[in-house]
DNA sequence: CAGCATCCATGACGATACTG
DNA sequence: CAGTATCGTCATGGATGCTG
């Protein structure tokens, strides 16, 4: 994604319709892969999974997130309908963020994922340590 | 990760053994993200999920990788313990790549993660496309 | 066949300052 | 409080050429 545009880059009306093959390079499936793989996403999806929250709520939350870069990551899962933005009419203003059904359907592989990591990632490091001794 | 290094960039004692908190920047699980993050990690494991492969018979299968990223990945998945490299020594060397059983664990909620996109990725461009009139 | 080395562009991301 | 705007950095990853 560029920094200035959240336009999707085009796919032909024929790469489009083509759904199931995720190693083609134009299937449009790589892009859960695009959002996925920015560094924030799928935390920000994981905290919004347990209940709504406030824009400063998740900045609290997730170590190390800079506001850009959660006021962006936001957008796009706005974008994507995945994340939904609800603005309190106060003042100061509030605005607070909940998951979609469509994503909380990804949400069970997300947290089967974390799972995942939070188990074996003591395997992986001794695998890494391993690995670097012996190169 | 550096271009020339793998080596892991140092988690305290500390904060190495405080497993579960992935919204902790310190946490290792974040390590997972990062591996997942990359453009290329999830779709080469998906698809020794299948079966053994060979470098190239990879690089064919899947579009649009260059073989430097193919085996810059490829490596790291090694070092992860999540790949397995098992060299033939005939002329010329015919290299193949396996999936280990750490790996097949995660791949079920990886699989889960494919499957969504393939079936919801239609729902996603009709939110963006709704999204970008709005704006 | 299965890579490694090098060069290079782009864009992801952080830091900082400012606003309704 | 919840952002936007701007600037700079550095890593990601593509292209190309070479090797055992």
Redesign the pocket.
Known sequence: ???STLKTPGYSDETTKRQGNVYDANCPTRQLLDRI????SVLILLLLGEHDM????LKKRIG??????L??T??SLERDGLVC?HVIPTR??????AITPLARELLSSLGGMMIWAETHMKEVRSAQERFDRNS
């Open positions: 994604m560029q920094e793989g920015d560094k924030w406030r824009f400063n709520e190390g997130i800079s506001q850009k870069m006021s962006q936001l957008r933005r100061p203003i509030l605005v607070s963020y």
